[in-house]
């Protein structure tokens, strides 16, 4: 690539000149003297824009020519179509990975390094004290460690792919000074000084894993709020709050359709794979269970809450669609399946889409496999080979639990002996400044994560009672703490599943790659050329004994422990159901049951509900489903809410009042769609955000507000249901119509503030815009910095519970705070007419031209070709670089 000093030298030159007075001149001493002062003011600039020219492009990769690449067996391609996406091709999967290492460090090493940091809880060592409370819980949770011990039982031949990886990147970190990396590293050197860059090792591929567990932890937060709200609602008010999944109006993935059971027959074996898992319980008193005090727990939530955005604030929008179809509904007579997982927007995309194939397929070099990956890890997580395709959302499941410890001089009591509290020290390097150590403190059940201070014997005592005829319970140097309990901290294969998924040919072949596939727990949905489709559950799933994961558990009653392991054969899957369709999106597996529990906390099916029913209607209609198709589907903007509230807010009596006069023509004339154009969307929602705050927010402790989405919208239909319900009162209040009457006007008032005085010139898009930020220095709080690295404001469709899962958080504004991170749609009949389109671009480069330019595309739902086979590859490629042994 040519660098720009030449270019950049000669338009200095031509300025200089022009600036510069000649000998005639008849400038006076001072004008001559201002000029030169000007001339040299503009100059330095000059100067500092061409610094920052070359810093900027110095880290730019080679995309084009010959390139040595020490440790190859053979020479590698590596082509690059117009978005600059590789497709790399090698003679041995050695070679493929090592190369793949190599081309994830030539575009994303900054973010990965990033991660490694943030995986090993040493962000402090490049952004000084601020990042020693993210340090310490990462430290706490043992991400790392857990990390070593997976790498150390690796099969032979996993271990070889990561270790050829981790030489791809180091031969390409050779040589290199930081800011010859990325551009971060010489932004970051202004303040904490210089970067030393480590090594790359198979542990930090591994530990980005733990970090993607993390991101989909499942209900952690609503066992938080549940456990702060429990203490001053009563149960009929959490009954309200957390109502149950209404299976009879939403399908589960099993049934299919709304009330539908799941069919008898459906795992596509020979073996009997209906068997229920023994022991599982599929609920609990509540009295077994324990209620830490609200102010521990508020701490933990804000703890958690303020990790870095790559780790993820849960929510409800936290999840993703995917869904396939037969053939015998597709105009190929093949299938096609789709996907488009929702995660918190970062810049550059979590993603990085890459072909990897060897040049012939064989046993010793398996792989001919394309999709989307991470930067740091080898494989590919989400895409499809020469024989299947596979799509993945969230399962849901319940792996994570908040465990009440009793500790006592030392020991932590339980029922079946006494054990010592393991504790072992940490040190934290901070630029800048000394090491600071810390104190981890761990029991049998997971680390310590939160103290409870000395009121939590009372609050014990007064929820359960139990305790105060345990001869253990007592003693005044008795105290608490607050375990984590989460499948991801026990060693796990799922470092092998991604590539026996990459290199799976058939069904079989593919159920035994989920059955490695243990954390975080996933829907897998397949389709293969031959015209199959199935559905699998996989995952590490603890059997519960007499506590259902909703509220923290005691760790000092065994019966409340986790009781094993959920049996693969078990875990829902279904194939090739005579329906001919199969969608995912965070609801439920299974009714109760059907199937064994995997855990209370689910999407309420908004999404489910919508997809399902576009399917539906095409089949019912007799029309042949296309991808432009699917690619309709991810773009439905159908608010889910609007079908409820829209007809009881029109109804309301206006009293005269204009401003409910003009809401209620504005409603009547809305289509519920939630487009960035509309006006209608943006008062709507408005609408519902402020009913949300009158109605359950001001009525809720302190600490815990709704957050909006499929939950909080089925709370508010119900309750739309009953106009009595005391939940509609309030501060002058009394019921629902004068309920919705205040939250109208305010939300009128509110849109008016926001968006000027206009009907007319109101935008959904202007409320709900996205700026996508980098994971590192995108909220530095330094606006030149921000503005190198972050993108945007976009003005996006869509909405939190829709199908274009583009969420919000309720409780803070209207900005999107969750999006489809990429989508894809795989056509089995003929992999180059497969489409797809990533967040953002290839290259986590700033300014380069790959950095952000699929980012329109992506916010207009404008998918790119995918091409595939040797030809379609070949055809696309713009750039082809070699790699020489």
């Not at 609503?222 to 939403?250: A, H, V, W």
């Not at 600071?436 to 761990?442: L, P």
């Not at 504004?813 to 003929?830: A, H």
Request: proline share 6%; charged share 25%; glycine share 8%.
């Amino acid at each position: 690539m040519a660098a720009p000093d030449a270019q950049d030298e000669k338009e200095s030159s031509a300025l200089l000149k022009v600036l510069r007075p000649s000998s005639g001149s008849n400038l006076s001493v001072s004008a001559r003297v201002l000029l030169r002062v000007v001339a040299g003011v503009l100059v330095l600039a000059l100067i500092l824009a061409l610094v920052g020219v070359f810093l900027v492009r110095r880290s730019f990769p080679t995309t084009d020519g010959e390139i040595s690449l020490p440790g190859l067996d053979a020479p590698v391609t590596v082509d690059r179509d117009e978005s600059g996406v590789p497709t790399i091709e090698a003679e041995t999967a050695h070679d493929l990975f090592l190369a793949q290492g190599f081309v994830h460090a030539q575009d994303r090493f900054w973010e990965m390094d990033f991660r490694r940091h943030v995986t090993s809880g040493r962000l402090s060592e490049l952004f000084g004290k601020s990042q020693l409370g993210t340090d310490t819980f990462i430290r706490t949770l043992g991400m790392r460690e857990v990390a070593e011990q997976e790498v150390k039982k690796l099969d032979k031949t996993s271990l070889g792919y990561y270790e050829a990886y981790a030489d791809g990147v180091n031969a390409y970190l050779k040589d290199k000074s930081p800011t010859e990396l990325s551009l971060e590293y010489a932004v970051l050197g202004l303040e904490s000084g210089s970067t030393e860059v480590e090594k790359w090792t198979p542990v930090d591929s591994v530990a980005w894993l733990k970090a993607m567990a993390w991101d989909l932890r499942s209900n952690l937060e609503d066992e938080i709020d549940r456990s702060i709200l429990s203490s001053e609602l009563t149960e009929e008010q959490m009954s309200d709050l957390y109502p149950d999944y209404p299976y009879g109006t939403r399908p589960t993935i099993l049934g299919g359709k709304a009330g539908q059971k799941a069919p008898k027959d459906r795992s596509g074996d020979d073996v009997d794979d209906e068997a229920q898992a023994g022991g599982t319980v599929t609920g609990t008193d509540s009295s077994a269970e324990a209620t830490a005090p609200t102010d521990d727990l508020l701490d933990l939530r804000d703890t958690v809450t303020s990790l870095p955005p790559m780790l993820g604030r849960n929510s409800d929008d936290i999840g993703s669609n995917s869904w396939v179809i037969s053939g015998e509904h597709t105009n190929t007579g093949r299938p096609l399946l789709s996907n488009d997982p929702h995660l918190a927007p970062a810049m550059p995309s979590v993603w990085y889409q890459v072909g990897l194939r060897c040049k012939k397929v064989t046993d010793e070099c398996p792989f001919d496999v394309t999709g989307f990956s991470f930067s740091g890890l080898p494989g590919v997580v989400i895409g499809h080979n020469q024989s299947i395709a596979w799509g993945l959302t969230n399962l849901g499941a319940d792996v994570t639990d908040l465990v009440v410890e009793k500790i006592r001089h030392g020991k932590v009591i339980h029922d079946d002996g006494d054990e010592p509290l393991q504790v072992r020290k940490e040190t934290i390097e901070v630029a800048g400044e000394d090491p600071r150590e810390i104190t981890v403190r761990s029991t049998r059940n997971g680390p310590l994560v939160s103290k409870l201070d000395g009121t939590y014997r009372k609050v014990l005592d007064s929820t359960i009672g139990a305790d105060s005829a345990d001869p253990k319970s007592g003693p005044a140097d008795e105290h608490y703490g607050l375990a984590l309990d989460w499948t991801a901290l026990r060693p796990g294969t799922t470092a092998s599943a991604v590539f026996a998924i990459n290199k799976a040919t058939n069904w079989q072949e593919f159920r035994h790659a989920a059955s490695l596939f243990d954390v975080p727990s996933q829907n897998l949905v397949y389709a293969d050329v031959a015209g199959n489709i199935g559905y699998q559950a996989p995952g590490m799933i603890p059997r519960r004994g007499k506590a259902d994961g909703t509220v923290p558990r005691r760790g000092w009653k065994s019966e409340e422990d986790w009781q094993g392991w959920v049996d693969f054969e078990d875990l829902p899957h279904l194939y090739n159901p005579e329906r001919g369709w199969i969608v995912t999106a965070n609801n439920p597996a299974a009714a109760p049951g059907e199937s064994v529990q995997l855990g209370e906390d689910f999407n309420y099916g908004d999404r489910a509900r919508r997809i399902t029913k576009r399917i539906k209607d095409a089949v019912d209609e007799g029309r042949e489903l296309r991808p432009a198709d699917m690619s309709e589907i991810q773009n439905d903007d159908l608010n889910p809410f609007a079908a409820k509230l829209v007809p009881e807010a029109v109804k309301i009596h206006s009293h005269g009042d204009e401003d409910i006069l003009e809401a209620k023509k504005l409603l009547k004339q809305w289509n519920g769609r939630d487009a960035a154009s509309s006006a209608g969307a943006a008062y709507f929602n408005v609408l519902s955000k402020t009913l949300l705050e009158q109605t359950i927010s001001s009525k809720l402790p302190e600490g815990v507000s709704p957050g909006g989405g499929s939950r909080w919208y089925l709370v508010l239909s119900e309750l739309l249901d009953d106009p009595n319900s005391q939940w509609w009162s309030g501060e002058g209040v009394e019921g629902r119509d004068e309920a919705l009457r205040k939250a109208m006007k305010s939300a009128w008032a509110e849109t008016e503030d926001l968006l000027g005085p206009e009907p007319v010139t109101w935008r959904w898009g202007i409320l709900h815009r996205l700026t996508i930020r980098n994971a590192s220095l995108g909220e530095s709080g330094i606006t030149p910095v921000e503005k190198l690295f972050n993108r945007g404001p976009y003005e996006v469709s869509g909405g939190s519970g829709v199908v274009h899962a583009t969420g919000w958080d309720a409780s803070v504004g209207y900005e999107t705070n969750w999006v489809p991170s990429m989508r894809q749609t795989v056509d089995l009949s003929n992999f180059d007419a497969s489409n797809w389109i990533n967040l953002t671009g290839a290259s986590g480069h700033a300014f380069h031209p790959h950095y952000d330019d699929q980012t329109n595309d992506w916010a207009a739902n404008v998918n790119r070709p995918w091409p595939y086979s040797k030809r379609a590859v070949a055809a696309a490629a713009e750039d082809t670089l070699t790699l020489e042994p």
